[in-house]
């Protein structure tokens, strides 16, 4: 069974940056497509950017320009670098890998940016 284990949540002020990880207990190979979505309070969980086993990516509009995702296949891991945060990115991030039939999900790591 697939488990993913994110890491790297944490507070920070407005403009700043922060890196998660997440790292899966199964070869990255083998799966289809991993990303990250997130979920405010009180708002339902949205896609934040996916990348493919080949290594295409996808990115919500309001993450373009500011947010990378990469993935390091000799680690099993996919990293989400995010840069020039903004308060209305403070969410529970949740890592995410499709390997058909099904999807897998994280725990969920906290990310607060305020002054």
């Known amino acids: 069974q697939l488990q993913l284990a994110e890491s790297g949540g944490g507070l920070v002020h407005p403009g700043g940056s922060l890196r998660l990880s997440c790292a899966a207990s199964v070869s990255i190979f083998s799966i289809d497509v991993m990303g990250w979505y997130r979920q405010a309070p009180g708002k339902q969980r949205e896609l934040v950017t996916t990348i493919s086993s080949g290594g295409t990516t996808n990115y919500a509009d309001s993450v373009k320009g500011r947010f990378t995702i990469s993935r390091d296949n000799a680690k099993n891991t996919v990293y989400l670098q995010m840069n020039s945060l903004k308060p209305e990115d403070t969410a529970v991030y949740y890592c995410?890998?499709?390997?058909?039939?099904?999807?897998?999900w994280g725990q969920g790591t906290q990310v607060t940016v305020s002054s």
């Open positions: 995410h890998a499709q390997m058909v039939p099904r999807g897998y």
